[in-house]
């Protein structure tokens, strides 16, 4: 009976639930139409009469308030109709909206935005428009929460029933307790609603907040959003308590009268006889011992005396029986627990979803005593990833007896919230008449730790692997494209001098000269990340490379992306090589603009000055100043899972062809090398901001003085350059490239110059030159890649003919021996390729001199 009438009580409540809900949705829909057909009957009549029509209007919505704000937008002019306020209010709503209408076909009249907090009355709002023409359309601001409280009762319902409306994602849109919706509660993560989302009607009885309620919600089509209407379980079933009350008393007495009435009719059949039994062997026991013939004589007169007599011996050797095995159960039961407490095993043991038994070493990895552990729920230990997983077992394993099952890897959350692994044996038992379940476990966290330690490190002796393939890669591809970008280099070089090209041509020659500086430095920003080129450093000005990198680079950003920059760090100077802050700059304005996309958004770059006093958490090499240059952008974000792999060669997330995947990674080669320090800071659909931290260099006044009169000497112009000393001969050059077009390239540039030169592609053919002219080049240029007997036993064939005939070395290899240590070799000079021909004649001219 009890069971019937709570089944109809509840359901009954959910019922009324349902009603409450249809009516929020039916009024909802009910609102938003007469809007939408006022927005309509005004944006019609203001096309024919606009002065009268806002009169008319104004007073209509005076008496009856349906908007909080409405105007009219013509040819892209807003006219504010109710009431007269700033046109920014719903300025946001209003621009969505109108794109929208535009976009649209012709067929969409009217439309309605999600809802958003309206500064104009400070409470949650709604936008919607009717469009009349392509230039005109009519658009209000909703009060959701004054209609909705108003017109639908929330705040009248009875105390114990509540109804609130969430949107799709659980979020709190309008709720009689405005502090919820101020502070955007949500709902979404609560089990019931996930499984409401999914269906259009839901009701049932959940436990949310620690409460016990009715729910129903029913999904409004029109708005996405769900009216959810609860009702307090205890507060409902407060009827029905007293009902119970009085049938638990009737129910008492009831039991009351039964027992006593069992316990007469027992003591009368079962306890007496047992009695009186007990009576007949006491008095047996204490019988003199009776004389054979007179044993004999009653035996055959008195059958029962013998009888008697077995049953009592039978009865004592039972009794004894049971005596000794209740003995000896205690004795294998002390066994078997000082056995469980002394194994070095974890053993648990459950029954009706808790524990009911833990030894010692289970108490040691779960953090909890014995006392504590038995109140537990036995899933509680399990970690949240794989709770609903196991859960089904544990049922099962105390509902019938199953087989054991393993687990090599499973996580558990100790009582001071450490995660650690077990391998662990689960099993069935009998427990008083039941089936009970069992755990096995042994500790593997500290094995599992090392085994990804082991990972780790093999991961890092494969990355040293890939970064060692990378250098002999980088050294070999550098010297071929040096080779490449000095070429294009003289050649650019030489259409100057010629004068050939009119002077239009100048700005293209400008950005073939600028092209051809970036990919030089890319080449040296690649081999300086391997480590193939050693550093040539020099005081930078940081702001002046940031300043020039944006004025570049916005220009060819979309529209759509907004770059603020706001350099605010006292000090700037930093030593560095030319060209390796715009490198770094550029990678990440780069990566930023790739996270934006095709959307609206903000690429910032900031810098400020901060002293480190910790840096080995921030893995510098010393305490110091250092420049702080911030990267920011609100793109999509980065995912945990890969954070740690964006800086890894040739690691991307993009596309084929739109990415190599080694642009951040030599930028972390550049800042360890400048020995800064580079970290990243991102989450999915909030943005990303990379933070590199490079020390600045403290200037004193005589140091400036010094460094501007060293780059003054190497500020070299071509009307500068020092003439080639004056004899009655012209001075001789050999070159030696393999290269045909360098080495003609060369050959002409210094024939212009006032030089004799010749060129050979060979070591041999050079080689058998030298010893057959009469007069001696007066100075040799050679590269070391050169084919045959290759450049270094050139070198050294020249050096055992004439020992001190200057000879100055070009290459593309970077890291070759003789250009570390030249005067080990007799190398007057070394010139990396690509050099210009200023640099070439500034070298030659110095040597001639001496």
Request: aromatic fraction near 8%; include cysteine.
């Amino acid at each position: 009976i009890n069971t019937v009438l709570l089944t109809l009580l509840v359901e009954e409540a959910i019922k009324d639930n349902q009603f409450l809900a249809q009516i929020g949705c039916v009024a909802l829909d009910k609102y938003f139409d007469t809007a939408f057909r006022i927005a309509k009957n005004f944006a019609s009549e203001y096309e024919n009469m606009p002065g009268k029509s806002v009169t008319i209007f104004r007073k209509i919505l005076e008496i009856d308030p349906v908007f909080n704000n409405f105007f009219i937008v013509q040819d892209n002019k807003a006219i504010e109709i109710f009431p007269t306020l700033n046109y920014g209010a719903i300025r946001y709503a209003a621009n969505k909206i109108a794109e929208n209408l535009i976009n649209s076909s012709s067929k969409v009249r009217q439309i309605i935005t999600p809802p958003f907090y309206s500064a104009y009355s400070n409470e949650v709002s709604v936008a919607l428009a009717y469009f009349v023409s392509k230039d005109s359309y009519a658009i209000g601001e909703l009060n959701l929460t004054k209609f909705l409280i108003d017109k639908i009762f929330l705040s009248k319902l009875e105390g114990t029933t509540t109804m609130f409306i969430v949107d799709r994602y659980g979020n709190f849109v309008i709720h009689p307790n405005p502090k919820l919706v101020a502070e955007r509660r949500n709902i979404g993560d609560e089990n019931w609603f996930i499984k409401a989302r999914h269906n259009k009607h839901f009701s049932g009885i959940v436990h949310s907040h620690g409460h016990w309620q009715i729910v129903s919600t029913i999904l409004n089509p029109n708005s996405s959003w769900f009216f959810v209407v609860t009702t307090n379980l205890i507060a409902a079933l407060t009827p029905f308590a007293y009902w119970i009350l009085i049938m638990t008393g009737i129910f008492l007495v009831f039991c009351v009268w039964t027992f006593y009435t069992i316990r007469k009719e027992m003591s009368s059949s079962v306890i007496s006889p047992i009695e009186q039994l007990q009576t007949l062997l006491q008095r047996i026991e204490e019988l003199p011992e009776v004389p054979s013939e007179v044993y004999t004589q009653l035996a055959t007169q008195q059958g029962p005396i013998e009888e008697i007599e077995s049953f009592r011996k039978t009865f004592l050797n039972t009794f004894g029986w049971i005596l000794n095995q209740e003995d000896s159960l205690k004795e294998s039961s002390l066994r078997f627990q000082t056995l469980l407490h002394n194994i070095p095993v974890a053993v648990l043991i459950f029954q009706d979803n808790h524990f009911i038994y833990a030894n010692k070493v289970a108490e040691q990895i779960s953090g909890f005593k014995q006392e504590a552990l038995v109140k537990t729920p036995c899933w509680e230990l399990i970690h949240p990833d794989h709770r609903e997983e196991l859960m089904h077992m544990i049922q099962m394993r105390q509902q019938e007896l199953r087989p054991a099952m393993q687990y090599s890897e499973l996580p558990i959350i100790t009582k001071s919230g450490q995660i650690k692994w077990l391998q662990t044996t689960v099993g069935s038992i009998v427990v008083n008449g039941r089936p009970a379940g069992i755990v096995m476990a042994t500790d593997i966290t500290e094995q599992r730790k090392a085994e990804q330690e082991k990972k780790e490190m093999e991961k890092k002796f494969q990355y040293l692997q890939r970064m060692e393939a990378l250098g002999i890669l980088a050294a070999g591809v550098a010297h071929e494209f040096n080779n490449i970008l000095h070429g294009i280099g003289l050649n650019i070089e030489m259409l100057r001098f010629t004068g050939i090209c009119p002077t239009e041509a100048d700005k293209y020659l400008n950005t073939m000269e600028h092209l051809k500086k970036r990919a030089s430095m890319l080449v040296e920003a690649l081999l300086t990340f391997t480590r193939k080129k050693q550093s040539s450093k020099r005081l930078i000005h940081a702001h002046s490379e940031i300043q020039r990198v944006i004025t570049i680079y916005s220009e060819t950003l979309p529209k759509t992306i907004e770059v603020k920059t706001n350099l605010k760090a006292t000090s700037d100077t930093i030593e560095a090589e030319e060209g390796q802050i715009e490198h770094i700059i550029m990678n990440l304005i780069t990566n930023a603009r790739d996270a934006i996309g095709n959307e609206f958004g903000t690429i910032s770059v900031e810098t400020e000055t901060v002293i480190i006093d910790e840096p080995e958490k921030l893995k510098l090499p010393q305490k110091g100043k250092y420049m702080k240059i911030k990267v920011s952008d609100t793109g999509e974000g980065i995912p945990e899972e890969i954070m740690s792999k964006i800086f890894d060669p040739f690691f991307t997330t993009k596309e084929i062809g739109k990415g190599t995947g080694l642009g951040l990674s030599m930028v972390l080669g550049i800042v360890k090398s400048l020995g800064g320090s580079i970290f990243c800071d991102s989450a999915v659909q909030s943005g990303t901001t990379v933070n590199v931290l490079l020390p600045l260099v403290e200037i004193t006044k005589q140091s400036t003085t010094s460094q501007k009169s060293e780059l003054e000497k190497t500020m070299i112009t071509q009307d500068a350059l020092p003439t080639p000393p004056r004899s009655l001969e012209k001075p001789r050059i050999l070159i030696i490239e393999d290269e045909e077009i360098l080495a003609s390239l060369i050959q002409e540039c210094l024939q212009k110059e006032g030089y004799e030169a010749s060129t050979f592609n060979t070591p041999e053919k050079a080689i058998e030159h030298l010893g057959s002219i009469k007069r001696t080049p007066d100075v040799v240029i050679m590269d070391l890649g050169l084919p045959g007997i290759g450049g270094e036993a050139c070198l050294e064939h020249i050096r055992k003919m004439y020992p001190t005939l200057p000879v100055i070395v070009i290459s593309g290899y970077l890291d070759h021996k003789i250009l570390k240590h030249p005067e080990k070799y007799g190398v007057k000079a070394c010139l990396s390729k690509p050099f210009s021909t200023q640099q070439l004649l500034q070298t030659l001219n110095e040597i001639l001199a001496k």
